[in-house]
């Protein structure tokens, strides 16, 4: 990860030096570095003035062809569907896509106390219920993914019991959304009353993300959406939102659809998520957000830009791909998992 953008800067444009090891030939040896640095010079504006004659080109042409371009889309999102997402360009924004792997991790309150140990200063607003022989839980998140601004709404069911990991882990352990449980959900996301981007979908896991905006989660309010299946769960969803901390008249119902504004969270936040951890982390993510900017300032677009680091700077193209929450995230699924197996064993 690029932590320092100085670090980045100094990658960029390495001086050039040599080392005399001794007193012998000095004058030829400083004659021919003298000769060196004055051709690499050279060399060096060259390749800038070009660059730089390039870059007001492409600026001026942002998408010479149309065909290039969505072709370079399709292919950007071909490469990002390994890691669960995908590229909407018309928003200029990354989102998840219905069957990333990570639908099959699931979620529980150990996801939550991982996020900021990982960059992710995130708030959450977990909202419990039952409804139709099933525990549900539908989640609100929004703040700082690394290098991103991002929302997420995610659903999730159990029929099982709590678990019970000595020394782990004592909660609800929840499934991802089968299809049959999908929800129309939207939501709109706001920084300092400015709208950053605005998406909705029949989806378990509805998310965007906008690279290398930085913001801190107390500058951000979303506007959320969902329609529940029937007025039963929709009361069951409004009742644990009163439970929690919403009040009446901060909801807006018609019929089955809730409407609510998620700004300061009512919820427990995690406790991992102290000021020095997160003042810590928050200082890494503006920095990469930072480096990304200086380093791309010459391209246009987020294509053009993802395209120049995946040649150039491909660490920093492979950290922004791994976006939202990575399988870092889900680093405590295999003890539960094996948890789950071992306790399905037992009970045959």
Not at 256 to 264: A, G, M, P, Q, Y
């Amino acid at each position: 990860m690029y932590n320092n953008i100085v670090e980045i800067a100094l990658k960029m444009s390495l001086p050039f030096g040599v080392i005399i090891p001794g007193p012998v030939y000095i004058a030829a040896l400083i004659l021919l570095v003298c000769v060196f640095e004055i051709i690499v010079t050279i060399l060096l504006i060259r390749k800038k003035e070009f660059r730089k004659d390039t870059a007001v080109e492409i600026i001026r042409n942002p998408i010479p062809d149309q065909n290039s371009s969505m072709d370079k889309v399709i292919s950007l999102n071909e490469e990002l569907a390994t890691y669960g997402f995908a590229y909407l360009p018309e928003k200029d924004i990354f989102y998840s896509i219905m069957n990333g792997w990570q639908r099959s991790f699931g979620y529980c309150q150990l996801y939550d106390e991982m996020a900021v140990t990982i960059s992710l200063v995130i708030d959450c607003e977990p909202i419990r219920f039952e409804y139709g022989g099933k525990k549900w839980m539908i989640e609100f998140w929004k703040g700082q993914y690394g290098m991103t601004t991002g929302s997420e709404i995610g659903v999730y069911t159990t029929t099982g019991p709590d678990l019970n990991i000595p020394g782990f882990f004592n909660g609800t352990f929840y499934q991802s959304a089968k299809d049959e449980d999908f929800l129309q959900m939207s939501m709109i996301l706001k920084k300092n009353d400015e709208v950053l981007y605005s998406v909705s979908g029949l989806h378990w896991w509805l998310t965007a993300f906008k690279l290398a905006e930085f913001s801190h989660p107390s500058e951000l309010v979303v506007d959320i959406e969902i329609t529940l299946k029937d007025s039963e769960m929709r009361d069951a969803f409004v009742n644990e939102l009163i439970a929690v901390g919403y009040a009446p008249e901060e909801l807006s119902i018609i019929e089955n659809t809730v409407s609510l504004t998620f700004d300061k969270p009512h919820s427990t936040q995690p406790f991992t998520r102290i000021p020095l951890t997160e003042y810590l982390m928050q200082k890494n993510n503006e920095q990469n957000c930072n480096a990304y900017k200086v380093i791309t300032k010459d391209y246009a677009n987020t294509i053009m830009k993802l395209e120049y680091l995946k040649e150039e700077e491909p660490k920093l193209y492979r950290h922004i791909l791994n976006l939202g929450k990575s399988k870092q995230f889900f680093g405590d699924y295999d003890t539960i998992k094996n948890f789950i197996q071992k306790n399905d064993i037992l009970n045959r």
